[in-house]
């Protein structure tokens, strides 16, 4: 017997005009992994919170079918009462705490269950050693980075002892090795414990070879189909599926393992120049190129109460090139940007643009407060507001992350020659980000410079023209994103790793 | 060590009524180094944040107050008939600023002393049955100041992004984003607590903290010290009528060394641990 069934599911937020779910009809066996997959704003932060009874219970509007999560139906039990039954993590890992530390967050759920103290107790004991969470049991919430709050938020959710685990995109919000953190947690639950797990999640290549089924939402309308059918029709898919169907590999890899089988009768990838040849003028930091350089940045400096972060860094940037700028948290990369900028006065050395520098911070969020988007555009050109002709009286707030990214970004560096983004691509779904992409090259083309600081590396290998790694303060490597990325462990695509050589997309492999 | 919140509470209540009540200079320097020996007994690694602010209160009232006020017979020097600070500048004045902002000094260190000990989380446990729900609403609402705080910086940092003014004229400006974000943070927070079952039966409690003998004596002697400062004629000292401070009453400063119970107890309980491991 299915642990939770939808039946002709179908929601409309109060006052919206289109539902956000339609005829929603779907099973979750026992012991099933589902990957939910959907563009942003497609409805899967709506769907997931049907199953607890979020929505309709704490939202409104208008709720038609039926959903029963472990034998309730939620038209008649409230979320409160379903919360012993479902764990939920939600997306943003800084709201879902109630209290000030660890350990009492963990046991707040079995709190609300009235469960005695010694359980309690020795269900703490038992979550902190699933997850693995022990070294943080005495820290403060707020002392927590990104990664150990979804962490924490997994383990007081798997503490009630829940029969499945809905999890909202719990990695959107982190960089690439928090995330990878926390998804180890989901697949250890889910290889340990046959926790059932409905996942929300960007990071397709991750857990695909982890799912059963794939749920996929367009604009409300949800199809439930085998991982390979699902993968192999589109949307969000691994760079390794894409090249699959490309050249016909059957059945369909899922991850690198299956696929090494068949890349072995791949033709060899051409050995692509290292770095320090001389075709690419290469100098760390001076990245020769036709056109002229609009930022020169010397021997530049920079400490957090004497804790540098970036330390004697030369660079200049040319106009009409794209540089991704990679490296482990905490590198420098925030902290140049806004050396770049003027935010930051350099403490040593000099950050001299010639054009207007525009930076665009990580949480795109807060740069917009405006009632609506048209008031948001107010002062802009013509051409910038063109392209969001279609939405200007909607209330930015309520824009998908994809598409208030884009808002961001027009408000703040419309008119600006150089262009710094910092994580632009953090939460955004793939066609966003290609999107953006291709946005990006465009302003390229108008001769803009632009710098990306980011961890993505597939969509840094599909946009950038330039890449840089720091790491302590310092540009360790710079070159062709072809020569970079391809020489490396961490920063390698997933194609990359397949086939090695100079290849780093699936579109770049001949077969 | 005292760990009860509740006890903090009554030592936290007492200190306040004596800071606000004691004006004598003597009284206000006793309990300022009372209320610093409990802090420093115990911070538990934290570091001093808000010292700066403390400090800036109690040195804004005597800098206006030696401003503004033309009061007072030791005069220090006179400004020429420049409008608001011309005229004659007294040593009265300047005191009678000191004293207020020694008031407002030994505020911000006792909420400080509070801030250290007390997580409200275990005030919330503490409360009985009845005050439940509505104590982990306050302690939501606690939850959240830094919180607003933080988003308050995001917010002004977006608008110097976008090449808007960030001085304190912007700051009705600044006011709708900061409810914006706030409201939709206090959604979300709604729906964890409902997500994870608050409210649909009776609670039990994790680690409930027993009362010991330090938070009895603790709150005992913070009851002591309340009724002293209360119930004896408060030692009114206004430097306008007279720069010298009297010499303060046994009762009072009695009432004050009360205060410094939970420093005695910690390093009781330090003492006591040093011998075991002897």
């Given at each position: 017997m299915p642990l939770i069934t939808l039946e002709g599911v179908s929601y409309r937020y109060p006052e919206a005009e289109r539902p956000a779910l339609v005829e929603v009809s779907a099973a979750v066996e026992p012991g099933q992994v589902i990957l939910l997959r959907g563009a942003s704003g497609s409805g899967k932060s709506t769907l997931l919170r049907c199953l607890n009874g979020l929505v309709p219970h704490s939202t409104g509007g208008e709720f038609r079918g039926r959903v029963m999560a472990c034998g309730l139906d939620t038209r008649t039990h409230a979320p409160r009462e379903l919360g012993a039954h479902i764990g939920f993590v939600f997306q943003h890992p800084d709201a879902q705490f109630v209290l000030e530390d660890v350990e009492a967050e963990l046991a707040f759920g079995m709190e609300n269950l009235g469960l005695s103290g010694p359980l309690m107790r020795k269900r703490v004991e038992e979550v902190i050693d699933q997850v693995g969470i022990?070294?943080?049991?005495?820290?403060?919430?707020?002392?927590?980075?990104?990664?150990?709050?979804?962490?924490?938020?997994?383990?007081?959710?798997?503490?009630?002892?829940?029969?499945?685990?809905?999890?909202?995109?719990?990695?959107?919000?982190?960089?690439?090795?928090a995330a990878e953190d926390v998804l180890q947690v989901v697949m250890r639950l889910v290889a340990e414990l046959g926790m059932t797990t409905v996942i929300a999640e960007h990071r397709v290549?991750?857990?695909?070879?982890?799912?059963d089924r794939i749920w996929t939402l367009e604009a409300g309308v949800l199809k439930d189909q085998s991982p390979r059918t699902a993968l192999a029709e589109g949307g969000a898919r691994p760079p390794v599926v894409d090249l699959a169907l490309r050249a016909g590999w059957t059945p369909i890899?899922?991850?690198?393992?299956?696929?090494?089988?068949?890349?072995?009768?791949?033709?060899?990838?051409?050995?692509?120049?290292?770095?320090?040849?001389?075709?690419w003028n290469f100098h760390i930091g001076d990245f020769r190129g036709a056109t002229p350089a609009v930022c020169r940045v010397e021997n530049l400096e920079y400490r957090y109460n004497g804790v540098p972060a970036v330390r004697a860094l030369s660079l200049s940037l040319r106009r009409g090139q794209v540089t991704a700028l990679m490296g482990r948290n905490g590198s420098g990369k925030t902290t140049l940007l806004k050396l770049i900028a003027g935010l930051l006065t350099p403490q040593r050395g000099t950050a001299r643009a010639d054009v207007r520098a525009a930076y665009v911070p990580q949480d795109a969020d807060a740069l917009l407060f405006a009632a609506t988007v048209e008031d948001e555009l107010r002062g802009q050109t013509p051409e910038v507001a063109a392209p969001f002709r279609a939405w200007l009286r909607r209330y930015p707030r309520d824009l998908s992350s994809g598409e208030r990214q884009q808002l961001a970004i027009a408000v703040v560096a419309a008119e600006a020659q150089l262009l710094l983004l910092d994580e632009p691509t953090r939460g955004l779904d793939p066609l966003v980000k290609k999107a953006l992409s291709a946005f990006l090259r465009a302003r390229a083309a108008d001769g803009a410079a632009i710098v990306i600081a980011t961890h993505d590396v597939e969509w840094a290998a599909r946009t950038a023209d330039r890449v840089l790694l720091m790491a302590e303060g310092?540009?360790?490597?710079?070159?062709?994103?072809?020569?970079?990325?391809?020489?490396?462990?961490?920063?390698?695509?997933?194609?990359?790793?397949?086939?090695?050589?100079?290849w780093l997309l699936p579109d770049e492999v001949p077969v | 060590m005292t760990r009860h919140p509740l006890a903090w509470c009554g030592w936290a209540t007492a200190a306040l009524a004596t800071a606000f009540i004691e004006r004598n200079p003597?009284?206000?320097v006793l309990l300022l180094l009372i209320v610093i020996n409990v802090f420093i007994a115990f911070r538990r690694g934290h570091r001093v944040h808000n010292w700066k602010i403390g400090l800036a209160l109690a040195?804004?009232?005597?800098?206006?107050?030696?401003?503004?006020?033309?009061?007072?017979t030791h005069v220090l020097f006179t400004l020429p008939a420049i409008p608001i600070i011309g005229g004659a500048w007294t040593l009265d004045a300047a005191v009678f600023g000191a004293s207020t902002g020694a008031a407002l000094l030994l505020t911000v260190a006792i909420f400080a002393v509070v801030q250290t000990t007390v997580r409200s989380a275990d005030l919330v446990a503490a409360l009985p049955r009845p005050f439940y729900r509505a104590g982990t609403t306050v302690a939501l609402a606690l939850a959240f100041a830094p919180k607003t705080v933080a988003s308050l910086q995001s917010i002004r940092e977006a608008r110097q992004l976008r090449g808007q003014r960030a001085g304190w004229r912007s700051?009705?400006?600044?006011?709708?984003?900061?409810?914006?974000?706030t409201l939709e943070r206090a959604l979300q927070y709604g729906e964890s607590l409902d997500a994870r079952g608050f409210g649909s039966r009776r609670r039990s409690r994790y680690r409930p903290l027993p009362w010991t003998?330090?938070?009895?004596?603790?709150?005992?002697?913070?009851?002591m010290a309340l009724a002293g400062i209360v119930l004896t004629p408060a030692q009114t000292y206004n430097p306008y009528l007279g720069l010298t401070p009297s010499a303060p009453t046994v009762n009072s400063l009695l009432a004050i060394l009360l205060l410094a119970t939970p420093a005695i107890s910690a390093s009781l309980s330090r003492m006591d641990h040093a011998t075991h491991h002897a």
């Open positions: 022990n070294h943080l049991r005495r820290r403060g919430i707020d002392t927590l980075s990104g990664g150990e709050r979804q962490r924490v938020a997994i383990a007081a959710a798997l503490a009630v002892h829940p029969q499945a685990l809905v999890l909202d995109e719990p990695t959107s919000q982190l960089d690439p090795q290549e991750r857990i695909a070879p982890f799912v890899p899922l991850g690198l393992r299956d696929a090494r089988v068949h890349a072995q009768g791949l033709p060899k990838p051409p050995p692509y120049p290292p770095p320090q040849a001389a075709e310092e540009i360790y490597a710079d070159g062709p994103p072809g020569s970079v990325l391809s020489d490396s462990l961490v920063f390698a695509t997933q194609i990359s790793k397949l086939v090695g050589g100079g | 003597f009284l206000q040195v804004v009232p005597i800098i206006f107050s030696v401003a503004l006020s033309r009061f007072g700051a009705p400006q600044l006011l709708l984003p900061l409810l914006l974000t003998i330090a938070d009895l004596a603790v709150i005992g002697t913070a009851v």
